[in-house]
């Protein structure tokens, strides 16, 4: 997409639009060759522009629970006791609050895998 972008002329709307049709044409050919190779899908796999909130959404997602899990493994334990009850609780505990946070990463994995293989599956 990179290489798409410089290739825009900075003179004329016409040849700018000659070129982005160049270029959609080219995208085309290239899902033709990814059809022609049986992985129909690689081509359409894209994002859409407008989707930068979904990577928004997903950093906040993840500050929030690096907070939680340094509340939990850290914090907790060098801070005295809070007297409401779930606090304390994770205070004391030495074994889900290490075991929660690490199997995130391969749950998401696993999901991803599955959902990856489906895709695969459907297209082919």
């Known amino acids: 997409m990179k290489d798409d972008i410089n290739l825009l002329p900075d003179n004329g709307r016409e ?9 959609l044409l080219r995208r085309e050919a290239n899902e ?12 359409k796999l894209q994002f ?5 909130c979904h990577g928004y959404f997903i950093i906040v997602l993840v500050i929030i629970l ?16 809070t007297g409401i009850a779930s606090l ?7 074994y889900f609050c290490y075991l929660a946070p ?8 696993m999901i991803y895998v599955n959902w990856l293989s489906f895709e695969h599956y459907r297209q082919n």
């Not at 033709?32 to 081509?43: K, N, T, V």
């Not at 690490?102 to 994995?109: A, C, G, K, Q, S």
């Open 15 to 23: 040849e700018k639009v000659h070129t982005i049709n160049k270029i």
């Open 32 to 43: 033709e060759f990814f059809d022609e190779l049986g992985l129909r899908h690689y081509g």
């Open 48 to 52: 859409h522009p407008n989707s930068t």
């Open 66 to 81: 690096a907070v939680l899990y340094f509340y939990a493994a850290i914090l907790s334990k060098i801070l005295p006791p």
């Open 88 to 94: 304390d609780c994770i205070k004391n505990d030495v």
């Open 102 to 109: 690490l199997i995130l990463l391969p749950t998401v994995f």
